[in-house]
């Protein structure tokens, strides 16, 4: 390591004004603070500092992803061998390298057109590339089906950064979650690749699928009255998004992100209960023709990207509410804003997603109300002497 640190010191000068290559400043910036902390200091002012910088912070929940990505790998083999007939000849390892296979172009397309974007834009304006699409860049593929044309991947991706982010300054300036706009943006675009029986499944061969299985989602099952069990659900071994089918690997990065102090217990708790009491209040008044007012509320929560959703993309600490109060708010009504879209149009069954976009457009309306509240709070104890 230091004789790499070494070699960056004596390149370094060419990179900076003046130096032959200062135009790439920013791109010789960004290699080198995702190798080494950086070493400079900051020149003036007061500064609070802790060993948790932006770079660990998006690492962790990389890491946090991690059993997701794994489980959705093996997943997409076992649907495939499953859909072929295959599954009983065989092995673990066999499966897994056919959903590694699947899964890790559009984990490479994702990274490569986002980070491409991100440096260019970096470039031209003259600003550090930061670490921000380290996340960005694996929660796509984990919010995609893994057939999903590589082409596609790369449209949608470029669109989540362009107009997700840099149209805003870039990170921790957009409003919405760029991984959740490129899955809308595909889901709107090209509603055939994001939806349907076999819209789920690698290689998927009409011909050699078993008699009798069903390729639909849970969502699509349920809304058609047939209901997914809630153990098969939760422990994830059903069609679906890469990284959303598994409840128990989810839940597994949400301890990682809880036990860092990287996301927030209160937003996290709160889209849960919020989905509890709508799912809840549906069963209990809902229409009995109404098929998804008729699914168990618990069934919801480990349905489609509810999980997920709210363990990766509610917490997003630059997209939710910041205050300590308006995690509560923001949190429950994203949770119940899903189940209602679930359940009253039938067209969305996905709820989640158009759930935390809608309250990513508002979270900063709902911290204004606490700060505002706060402020009013404090007028009152002042005490004005004449």
Not at 160 to 183: C, D, H, Q, S
Not at 226 to 240: H, Q
Not at 268 to 275: A, I, Q
Request: charged share 15%; net charge neutral.
């Amino acid at each position: 390591m230091n004789a790499l640190r070494n070699f960056l010191d004596n390149v370094k000068p060419k990179f900076q004004e003046g130096g032959k290559f200062a135009k790439f400043r920013s791109t010789f910036g960004a290699f080198e603070t995702f190798l080494f902390t950086p070493n400079e200091t900051n020149k003036c002012g007061v500064h609070v500092r802790d060993a948790v910088d932006l770079k660990r912070t998006m690492i962790v929940v990389v890491l946090a992803l991690m059993p997701a990505l794994f489980f959705g790998m093996y997943n997409t083999g076992y649907q495939h061998f499953r859909m072929t007939g295959e599954l009983a000849d065989v092995t673990f390892w066999q499966i897994f390298f056919k959903g590694f296979l699947a899964v890790l172009p559009i984990i490479v397309v994702s990274y490569v057109v986002g980070l491409a974007i991100e440096f260019a834009s970096a470039q031209m304006r003259g600003h550090e590339v930061n670490e921000g699409f380290l996340v960005s860049g694996m929660l796509i593929p984990l919010v995609m089906p893994a057939d999903v044309p590589l082409w596609m991947v790369g449209v949608a991706t470029a669109f989540a950064v362009i107009f997700g982010k840099e149209v805003y300054g870039g990170t921790g300036m957009n409003m919405w979650n760029p991984a959740l706009l490129a899955r809308v943006f595909l889901f709107f675009a090209y509603p055939t690749k994001m939806s349907g029986e076999t819209a789920w499944y690698y290689n998927y061969s009409a011909e050699a699928a078993v008699d009798g299985f069903s390729g639909a989602t849970p969502l699509a099952m349920a809304n058609a009255g047939n209901y997914t069990s809630f153990a098969d659900a939760f422990f994830g071994l059903i069609p679906g998004s890469v990284g959303e089918t598994s409840a128990v690997a989810i839940l597994i990065g949400a301890f990682i992100l809880l036990y860092t102090g990287v996301a927030s217990w209160k937003t996290m708790l709160s889209v849960f209960v919020g989905g509890i009491a709508m799912g809840w209040l549906f069963n209990t008044c809902g229409s009995a023709e109404n098929p998804m007012a008729q699914l168990p509320w618990y069934n919801h929560l480990v349905y489609g990207g509810f999980c997920f959703g709210a363990v990766f993309m509610a917490t997003d600490p630059v997209t939710s509410a910041r205050t300590e109060g308006g995690k509560f708010i923001y949190g429950f009504l994203i949770g119940a804003m899903a189940i209602v879209i679930r359940v009253l149009n039938p067209g969305f069954p996905e709820g989640m997603m158009l759930a935390i976009l809608l309250m990513n457009t508002f979270a900063p309306l709902i911290d204004h109300f606490f700060i505002q509240a706060n402020i009013n709070r404090r007028k009152k104890r002042v005490t004005i002497k004449a």
